[in-house]
């Protein structure tokens, strides 16, 4: 089956630390894979999607087709990244979402 | 972002009444879906909309009805709330036919009691 998985609940790490939030997926081929982040009670808002390659808020993400992962890290996190981050995929007609990650940035 | 708004963004009704959500797009767009978030599940499809009168349903289509009969509008009905209906329902769009990306409205908080 199809499926985004985001193993991590939970993330909390302090201020100034590298942060990686993982994201597997089980699709064949070369799926479309986004990240999406939502601060608190918001709307979600795109962060990055793989094709762009764009670098959003310091954050990146590389797809590793061998390890069918597209991690989302950030070298230096600040307080004003905590938020839940979802991975997300294309299924064809609609985006499939990871369970997501709180992500606590603490000072 | 401009251009999609979800009404009422907050509400509160009983186990057994009906409840309509709103999404409201004024970008024309054809693609329209309604999503729900709960805790430790993340985003779930409901339904979307692929033009007037075309629709089709996600994987927690039970219990919700959905209808489009003008582009604009997108409305999600729920026949008889359930207590496991309560959440935040997120409609979105698709701009860009040839991305998956979507963007998102505000959220409508649904309470069943």
């Known amino acids: 089956a199809q499926r985004v998985t985001q193993p991590e609940k939970l993330l909390s790490v302090f201020k100034g630390a590298p942060v990686e939030l993982k994201c597997n997926y089980s699709?064949?081929?070369?799926?479309?894979l986004f990240w999406y982040v939502q601060y608190s009670r918001q709307r979600l808002q795109l962060l990055l999607r793989?094709?762009s390659r764009e670098s959003i808020k310091g954050f990146t993400a590389d797809l590793n087709k061998g390890e069918t992962s597209f991690h989302l890290k950030k070298p230096f996190a600040q307080e004003e990244d905590s938020a839940m981050y979802y991975c997300?995929?294309?299924?064809?007609?609609?985006?499939?979402f990871g369970k997501g990650t709180s992500l606590l940035v603490t000072p | 972002d401009a251009g999609i708004t979800q009404s009422p963004r907050h509400k509160v009704t009983e186990t057994g009444t009906p409840v309509t959500l709103r999404c409201h797009q004024t970008?024309?767009?054809?693609?329209m879906y309604w999503y729900r978030q709960d805790p430790g599940h993340g985003l779930r499809l409901i339904h979307y909309?692929?033009?007037?009168?075309?629709?089709d349903k996600g994987e927690v289509s039970d219990g919700y009805s959905v209808s489009r009969s003008k582009t604009e509008d997108f409305l999600l009905t729920l026949e008889s709330a359930t207590s496991s209906q309560t959440s935040v329902y997120f409609c979105?769009?698709?701009?860009?036919?040839?991305?998956?990306?979507?963007?998102f409205g505000e959220g409508s908080r649904l309470t069943v009691l």
């Open positions: 793989h094709i």
């Open positions: 909309s692929y033009g007037v009168k075309d629709t």
């Open positions: 970008e024309n767009h054809r693609y």
């Open positions: 699709y064949s081929g070369s799926p479309e």
């Open positions: 979105a769009i698709r701009r860009h036919e040839d991305t998956g990306e979507l963007f």
């Open positions: 997300a995929a294309n299924s064809g007609y609609a985006l499939n």
